[in-house]
C-alpha cells in the first residue's frame, strides 16, 4: 500500500528557509520519483519540482533559484528546502508519486508570518 | 509555460445528471513518445487531489467508470455520466508532457 506524508514546521517566518519532509511507504525511491506541488489557500496547484529515481532533480523555472529538494533511499524521504520566504509562499504542501501523480500525502499547511 | 484553460469554472448539477469539463491547452501534449500526459484529478473538499484519469483517457485504479475522459493534441474533456454526490469537489486537468508541469485554474461542481 503506498502512503505519503508530508511534515513541516507549520510556521515560518519571513525571509527565512522552509524545510519538508516527505515520507513514503510501500513504495522505494530508487525505482519512484516524487513531486512538490503547493496551494495557496482558496487558490489552485502549482508544481515545484521533482527528484527522479535517479536522484536528479527538475525545478518550476519560477521558484528554481530558491529551491532544493533531495532524499534518503534508506529512510525512504524526500526533503525540500525554500529560502527567502515571502508571505506568498504560504500554502499547503503536498508531496505526490512521480509526475502521474497517482498517490498524494495528505499536505502540510505552512504559513509565513513574523 | 504551457498555459491550461478549463471552463466552465463552475457547475452546479443534479444528481443523475451528465456534465463535461473542457480543458484547453497553450501546446500540444503529445510527448516524444507519442504519449499524451494530460490528466485529471478531483480535489474533494479538505483533501488532497485524488488522480481520476491520466493520459487521456485511462481511468485511474478504482475509479469509478462514470469518468471518462477525451482528447488530443491540445483539446481535452472530462466527462461525468450520472453525477453522484461524493463527485463535488474542484476537477483540475494537469500536463506532465513540459517543464514545467501545469495545472488548470480548476471546475468547482456542486451539487443542486
Known amino acids: 500500500q503506498v502512503q505519503l506524508k508530508e511534515s513541516g514546521p507549520g510556521l515560518v517566518q519571513p525571509s527565512q528557509t522552509l524545510s519538508l519532509t516527505c515520507t513514503v511507504s510501500g513504495l522505494s525511491l530508487t525505482s519512484n520519483s516524487v513531486s512538490w506541488i503547493r496551494q495557496p489557500p482558496g487558490k489552485g496547484l502549482e508544481w515545484m519540482g521533482v527528484?527522479?529515481?535517479?536522484?536528479?532533480?527538475d525545478y518550476n523555472s519560477a521558484i528554481k533559484s530558491r529551491l532544493s529538494i533531495s532524499r534518503d533511499t534508506s529512510k525512504s524521504q524526500v526533503f525540500l528546502k525554500m529560502n527567502s520566504l515571502q508571505t506568498e509562499d504560504t500554502a499547503m504542501y503536498f508531496c505526490a508519486r512521480g509526475w502521474y501523480f497517482d498517490f498524494w500525502g495528505p499536505g502540510t499547511m505552512v504559513t509565513v508570518s513574523s | 509555460d504551457v498555459v491550461m484553460t478549463q471552463t466552465p469554472p463552475s457547475l452546479s448539477v443534479a444528481i443523475g445528471q451528465s456534465v463535461s469539463i473542457s480543458c484547453k491547452s497553450s501546446q500540444s501534449l503529445v510527448y516524444s513518445d507519442g504519449k499524451t500526459y494530460l490528466h485529471w484529478l478531483l480535489q474533494s473538499p479538505g483533501r488532497s487531489p485524488k488522480r481520476l484519469i491520466y493520459q487521456v483517457s485511462n481511468l485511474g485504479s478504482g475509479v469509478p467508470d462514470r469518468f471518462s475522459g477525451t482528447g488530443s493534441q491540445k483539446d481535452f474533456t472530462l466527462k461525468i455520466s450520472r453525477v453522484e454526490a461524493e463527485d463535488l469537489g474542484v476537477y483540475y486537468c494537469a500536463q506532465t508532457t513540459h517543464f514545467p508541469f501545469t495545472f488548470g485554474s480548476g471546475t468547482k461542481l456542486e451539487i443542486k
Open positions: 527528484i527522479w529515481s535517479n536522484g536528479g532533480t
